[in-house]
């Protein structure tokens, strides 16, 4: 594993330092380019240069020359003050002198045939002309005409100037080039001195981790064998699996076929169920018919319970307030002395009233009822062993009977005789 990624690290060492020759390459390449098109450049604008100046020059030569050969002094002759005035204008000129510019001139007469000035040469003249002559030189050759040439020899100051001029941008260009050249080398060195000194560091670490393996591998040698043991029995634990599964497909597919027939079965179940449930509905439906039914027999039953109750109080009322005189008897013990379900019980209480009706003053009481509102004063009289017959002193007459009760409604009784107020008794 280490060997490899040693390979694969000397690899892309190797294709890393490719490509920088490469570069190196195209960059002395570039820069071969970059100076022979500065010097082609340099070339073309020299000779650019100088041509431009030659036709400046010439310009400015040619109308000194037309300044020249204009003469308005008629006493001497013309040929001689067209001499002096080029020599004066052109050949003292400081570009001719130290410039170097050479200017080759030619004046014609007016005929345009006839030479007065060529180069600084003239026809000798005589001395002493009469004025006659020099009238007539002016008749025949003016207006002159002039015509310039001008060159700038290379070797000239003007050319030298130029070149020199355009060979210090040309070294100065080159040099700044240069310089970038060598920053840009610099970084580069100084970038591949940290990738070489990466590279060292990551040998030295390749070459620990090689130890390393080699270490590893001394220890994992002699476990070789224990973990071919382990791989044989795992083999043979894999096999017995495969078996279990094979079973276990088998069963699987009894299953299958098991839940299928349960399926079956489910779904007559389910048929059942739905038919239990509408037969529940049925029930349940036939139920409350017959609820509803018993409801409306108990209210009738109530209703005639009722009305046989009322017509038999209302004869007991008629019969008791007609014997018994000297008694007060409530409506409520009325209706609690026709509850008494028992004749026997119904007759013993009929003869309590006679008792206290007939021997009102020397009635025996049997006791005072207790747990009462002190404005209360209410007796108890008892009949039948269980029987109470709960009076008090009456308004009119002797004695007022409050209630009638049995063993079973004396609580009833009491809260009925707590319920009574001040005015109830007044």
Do not use: C
Not at 29 to 56: C, K
Not at 122 to 131: K, N, S, T, Y
């Amino acid at each position: 594993m280490a060997q490899s990624k040693t390979s694969e690290k000397e690899k892309n060492a190797l294709s890393s330092s490719i490509r920088n020759v490469g570069a190196h390459a195209s960059d002395w390449i570039r820069s071969f380019r970059l100076i022979y098109l500065a010097v082609f450049v340099f070339i073309i604008l020299y000779i650019t240069t100088v041509r431009v100046a030659e036709f400046m020059l010439d310009d400015h030569f040619q109308a000194v020359a037309d300044q020249s050969v204009t003469i308005t002094n008629l006493e001497r002759p013309i040929a001689l003050q067209i001499k002096q005035n080029m020599e004066k204008d052109v050949s003292e000129s400081n570009w001719v002198v130290y410039g170097g510019v050479k200017v080759n001139s030619l004046i014609l007469g007016s005929d345009g045939i006839t030479w007065i000035y060529v180069q600084g040469q003239i026809e000798p003249q005589p001395d002493g002309l009469p004025p006659t002559d020099v009238l007539r030189q002016a008749v025949e050759l003016l207006p002159a005409t002039a015509s310039v040439s001008v060159t700038v020899p290379h070797n000239s100051l003007l050319a030298n100037a130029i070149l020199i001029t355009y060979a210090s941008i040309l070294l100065w260009g080159l040099y700044l080039n240069n310089r970038s050249n060598q920053r840009r080398y610099i970084r580069e060195l100084d970038s591949a001195r940290s990738t070489r000194d990466e590279a060292a560091s990551r040998a030295v670490s390749i070459e620990q981790e090689l130890q390393e393996a080699r270490k590893k591998l001394t220890h994992v040698e002699p476990s070789e064998k224990a973990m071919a043991q382990e791989i044989s029995v795992l083999q043979h634990e894999r096999k017995t699996l495969q078996r279990k599964l094979t079973g276990l497909a088998a069963r699987e597919e009894e299953l299958r076929s098991q839940a299928e027939e349960a399926v079956s079965l489910t779904q007559e179940v389910q048929a059942l169920e739905d038919l239990l449930e509408e037969a529940g509905n049925d029930i349940e439906s036939k139920d409350e018919e017959i609820t509803e039914l018993s409801k409306h027999l108990k209210s009738a039953s109530r209703i005639a319970a009722s009305s046989t109750k009322s017509k038999v109080g209302e004869s007991l009322e008629r019969r008791l307030r007609t014997l018994y005189k000297n008694l007060e008897i409530d409506d409520h013990a009325i209706d609690t002395m026709v509850a008494l379900r028992d004749e026997i019980m119904k007759l013993k209480a009929e003869e309590g009233l006679k008792r206290l009706s007939e021997e009102s003053e020397n009635v025996g009481v049997r006791r005072k009822v207790g747990g009462l509102p002190g404005y209360l004063n209410v007796f108890e009289l008892g009949f039948a062993g269980k029987g109470r017959i709960y009076y008090a002193r009456g308004k009119q007459r002797h004695f007022r009977i409050l209630a009638i009760g049995a063993k079973n409604s004396q609580d009833a009784d009491l809260d009925y005789l707590r319920r009574l107020s001040r005015e109830d008794m007044s």
